[in-house]
């Protein structure tokens, strides 16, 4: 079965789907003596993904010299709290020890987690891993291979050859170069499978291949070509996992994407090569386009970074579903700059069959380039010499696999960072520890790596240097010193004095410094009845300052270090953004290691609690969509209004506010980035967000834009015209994912039966049209496709316009929806520094001229 990327990502976090190990009757068989743990756990649990994983202590040969531990905070990207939230610590060498079928190939895959645990920090960990007598790691160190790739989580995988003993022993061992060292591990699985693995041609040597079935692999790629990720449960029953390959194209040459027509079928040419691929690999593909001028003068080319020094297998995925005749489409392959099969003709190989998967394997050996580092290209170019009826080249997928040295070795070192990336964690730990906190280093980078991306270090670099300059110079006001900083809470930019804290990103005097002694009489001492509300962050107070101002006040919990880098950017964003459509930030405390924040009262709560699973009154129709306009108003602003593009990165219907006037403010700015610049089409960083709302490209590729943002919206408009969750894993399968579910009915031309029912009979029919293609151009898959948050907003002013004037011209309502656009636009200057004021003298305008709407 085919799932789209939106139920992908709900089947990251809710568990809807049975353990594909034993769906079918060749999966069980495969997997007669397979094991999946959950180290350090108690019980048997289950993952998002419906798998089973088991307590590892009873494969422990010696369980005494290990110990174990629960991670201290979750990071957003994590697909799952099982295996990563639990660890088990080795403070020497022990092993793992396994009865196994000497008849089977094996995966091993080890899952690791590098963040901060009881006692225990991934900083502190250097190990090697032994497969009986084969080396799968070296001074492996998790949390600089997190670093280096910017992942929160690392998963190794391994295939491992018939052990004829029927035993395999994993060995774990701290190593002795590094004082103190432990090992650790957050999940392993050992799955049988088939023998997949053939004899492969030698690259440059044709007379040549590899006895590839009696090698142990590494797998370093897995990339479904053309199509998008594939998780472990749409795998074909061998539960690996396969990844969209555009991050890996060189150049602009990015081909073209396509997908079989439905009423082509794949059909495999034996039961054993089921096994190989997954239909979703062979049903996507990647061409070069269909000008032959343009095709003949490039190639279609991935570039892999590698372990120098080792050979390397490349197996290629085809499937021919377009043509139907051999020599259409003839192509050559080339690695690394050498000829590795002239005149590819995939028609060839299937005997004229569409739809017939096939695959190529190839092995080639990859020296050191002279800097200790390793490239692996793979290229495709049109075969002129044959003179084919197109000049095209297509390829399904590609997979990268290691393979073991004549040592029995498959380590390789650890990955460097970069060097922007090594400077901005030595600044962040010289700024953050004094002399006396030396010991406490280790235990806060470990915390940090979860929530460290790229571009993030770049950012902590360039308000570093920021900072310097403005402490030996004259501060010029015009630079950012707002940008988002994320490290330790022990900053040095916070100074204590007797009375309260200081912060260095408040300088300019538009946060409030409040004491610890003022917070606590305003919230009665943090007295449980004034509690309103819960989040990652903390628990939410209502409070009184000034002997009457009532004010929301957050305080991040005390004995979790989740929250620091909400709390900084929170306070670097909305110390010097004013909009009426923003929260407003008041002032700030962080004193005795307390981190709070203080926002103007929001009296009627989030949007959320007055839509659905609520005894709230239901909101009416213009009220709804007021309210949509208001918080796009915001979203746009802080898109185009501010000095810089700021990304919220967490828009949803609880992050949406409501003021006694039922203004829409957007609200906690914790995960917000400022955006690319000029020069740049997006910012790299690892997936964080809500699940129901996550971008699939953002999700996919890793590459943040503000139409990410869009496309959350668009899920928070669909939530308020049907009433209900984004995510409702107690509905039928096709009806979990809201975004699916709507985008489903809109096609079938039935968005009139799932509007929901309080509003059903209010809702002209000209407005609801518009405002369901305005969220249906909000979720589509590609953010290219998706409008600017401008003209979301913009569709949004002529819904309501077609609503206030349902038997009025369009062109009257295009006309004031325009208008009030306008307005909106050319208040962005006044906002940033002032809230608006009332000016009613134009009713045809909605909020943003006419407050008394709202």
């Given amino acids: 079965m085919i799932f789209n990327t939106h139920i992908l990502f709900f089947l990251f976090s809710f568990s809807f789907v049975s353990n594909i190990l034993h769906s079918s009757s060749k999966t069980s068989k495969s997997n007669s003596d397979s094991f999946v743990l959950a180290c350090g756990g108690s019980s048997d649990a289950t993952d998002a993904n419906g798998r089973n994983w088991a307590p590892d202590s009873k494969f422990l040969a010696s369980p005494s010299n290990s110990m174990t531990a629960s991670a201290q905070s979750q990071d957003p990207s994590l697909p799952s709290s099982i295996p990563y939230m639990t660890a088990r610590i080795f403070t020497s060498s022990a092993t793992y020890k396994f009865s196994l079928s000497s008849k089977n190939r094996h995966w091993v895959r080890l899952h690791f987690y590098p963040s901060s645990y ?18 799968l790691l070296r001074n492996f160190s998790a949390l600089i291979t997190a670093q280096a790739l910017t992942q929160a989580y690392i998963i190794k995988e391994f295939s491992l050859t018939p052990i004829q003993s029927g035993s395999l022993n994993l060995t774990f061992t701290p190593s002795s170069t590094h004082k103190g060292s432990l090992a650790f591990v957050n999940g392993i699985e050992v799955i049988s499978m088939p023998e997949i693995f053939q004899q492969a041609t030698m690259v440059g040597f044709s007379d040549q291949s590899l006895e590839t079935e009696y090698s142990v692999f590494q797998t370093m790629f897995r990339l479904n070509v053309g199509g998008q990720f594939i998780p472990e449960a749409n795998d074909s029953g061998l539960t690996r996992t396969w990844y969209d390959d555009s991050p890996y194209l060189f150049g602009a040459a990015f081909g073209v994407s396509s997908e079989a027509d439905k009423n082509v ?110 490239e692996l290209w ?79 270090l770049i950012v902590g670099v360039l308000v570093f240097l920021n900072r310097r300059k403005c402490k030996t110079g004259t501060r010029n006001t015009n630079t950012a010193s707002w940008l988002p900083l994320y490290g330790s ?110 926002y ?22 213009k009220q709804r969509l007021e309210i949509c306009i208001g918080a796009a108003r915001g979203i746009h602003y802080l898109h185009t209004g501010a000095k810089y593009t700021i990304i919220h990165r967490d828009v949803k219907t609880t992050n949406i506010l409501l003021d006694e006037k039922w203004v829409a403010k957007v609200s906690d700015f914790g995960l917000s980035k400022t955006g690319p610049t000029l020069n740049q089409t997006h910012v790299s960083t690892v997936v964080k967000g809500s699940f129901g709302y996550l971008d699939p490209e953002y999700f ?13 919206f668009g899920v928070v408009l669909f939530e308020v015209l049907c009433g209900r969750a984004a995510l409702n894993p107690s509905l039928s399968k096709e009806q979990v994912s809201l975004a699916d579910w709507a985008r489903n009915n809109f096609r079938k031309g039935t968005m009139d039966s799932i509007i929901d029912q309080h509003i059903k009979g209010e809702i002209s029919l000209e407005c609801s049209k518009k405002f369901s293609e305005t969220a249906m151009k909000c979720l589509s898959d590609q953010g290219i496709d998706r409008p600017s948050m401008g003209a979301v907003l913009w569709n949004l002013e002529f819904a309501l316009q077609l609503q206030d004037n349902p038997d009025g011209p369009n062109v009257m309502a295009e006309q004031k929806a325009n208008d009030a656009f306008v307005v909106h636009t050319t208040l962005f200057n006044i906002e940033e520094e002032a809230e608006e004021t009332d000016d009613s003298s134009n009713v045809i305008f909605s909020q943003i001229v006419n407050p008394q709407g709202r």
């Fill in 600 to 621: 103007d009262y929001m009296a009627n709560g989030t949007l959320r609690e007055h839509l659905y699973k609520t005894n709230k009154p239901p909101l009416s129709w």
């Fill in 118 to 135: 009881t006692d225990f920090s991934a900083a502190e960990s250097y190990f090697s891993l032994t497969a009986n007598e084969f080396i």
């Fill in 265 to 374: 079928s794949i059909k495999y040419p034996s039961r054993e090569a089921e096994y190989i691929a997954p239909v979703d690999v062979y049903k996507t593909a990647r061409t070069m386009g269909p000008n032959p001028k343009i095709n003949v003068n490039f190639n279609l080319t991935w570039v892999f970074q590698i372990d120098a020094n080792f050979t390397y297998l490349v197996r290629l995925h085809f499937c021919e579903y377009q043509l139907s005749k051999a020599n259409q489409r003839v192509f050559d392959i080339f690695i690394n700059n050498q000829t590795a099969q002239q005149s590819a003709d995939v028609m060839a190989w299937a005997d004229s069959k569409k739809g017939v998967p096939v695959y190529k394997d190839f092995v080639m050996y990859v020296k050191d380039d002279g800097n200790g580092d390793g």
């Fill in 700 to 712: 996919r590729r890793q590459q943040l834009t503000d139409k990410s943002d869009v496309y959350s």
């Fill in 378 to 456: 793979v290229a495709l170019h049109p075969s002129v010499s044959m003179k084919p009826e197109y000049y095209d080249a297509i390829l399904n997928g590609l997979e990268v696999f290691k393979v073991n040295d004549t040592r029995g070795n498959l380590a390789g070192p650890n990955p460097k960072p970069s060097w922007l990336q090594q400077k901005a964690i030595s600044d962040q730990q010289s700024r953050s520890f004094g002399p006396s906190q030396s010991n406490k280093r280790a235990r806060v980078i470990g915390g940090v790596v979860g929530g460290l991306g790229s571009f993030v």
């Fill in 489 to 598: 809470s022990r900053s040095s930019g916070t100074t204590k004095s007797s009375g309260s804290s200081r912060f260095s990103t408040l300088d300019g005097g538009f946060c409030r410094h409040f004491s610890l002694g003022e917070i606590k009489s305003a919230t009665k001492n943090f007295d449980e009845s004034q509690v309103i509300g819960v989040g990652g962050f903390g628990k939410v107070y209502e409070g009184v300052v000034d002997g009457g101002t009532k004010v929301a006040i957050k305080r991040s919990n005390p004995s979790s270090e989740q929250g620091v880098h909400e709390f900084q950017t929170e306070i670097d964003l909305l110390s010097k953004l004013r909009h009426r459509h923003l929260v407003s930030l008041i002032g700030a405390c962080k004193e005795n290691d307390e981190m709070i924040l203080v």
